[in-house]
């Protein structure tokens, strides 16, 4: 029994959304014209865009032996629910895999969040992640990057 590429599609999609995951996917049509199979909920609603402009950074000082580091973030648009926020686990100087999928194991942060402040890390920046989300699924999910002091 031969299935079309949409059927897939929409059985993966069905799937990834069972999970509490999101996936874009783009398919050709046979007429050469894009469909996109983006999960979509009531009335229409779309995962989050990701958040863009990812940037963390450290304020080295002190005497304790460890420092605050920092996050910002730009919020995407239109409705989002709130923040998924992990950092990668570091051990003997090996940093975890980065995470594949964003979600509820993760820290949340509130909807009205574009910054986040750990108080205490030992050493360096960590290796951290963010993602949007809403009543239709996460965004992808954004590393943030390292960088000597945020821009203005």
Avoid: H
Wanted: charged residues 10%; negative net charge.
């Amino acid at each position: 029994m031969a299935r079309t590429a949409g059927a897939t599609v929409a059985a993966l999609t069905l799937a990834a959304s069972a999970l509490g995951c999101s996936m874009n996917v783009n398919v050709a049509s046979p007429t050469g014209s894009q469909a996109s199979s983006a999960p979509t909920g009531s009335g229409g609603l779309r995962p989050p865009a990701a958040p863009t402009d990812a940037q963390e950074w450290i304020v080295e000082g002190g005497s304790s032996g460890t420092v605050p580091a920092y996050f910002r973030w730009t919020p995407p648009s239109g409705p989002i629910s709130g923040y998924y926020f992990t950092v990668a686990v570091v051990s003997a100087g090996d940093a975890s895999p980065a995470p594949l999928v964003c979600g509820p194991t993760w820290d949340t942060l509130p909807s009205g969040a574009d910054s986040y402040v750990m108080p205490s890390i030992q050493s360096g920046p960590p290796e951290a992640y963010i993602c949007a989300y809403n009543d239709a699924g996460t965004s992808p999910t954004v590393k943030f990057q390292v960088v000597a002091s945020p821009a203005s």
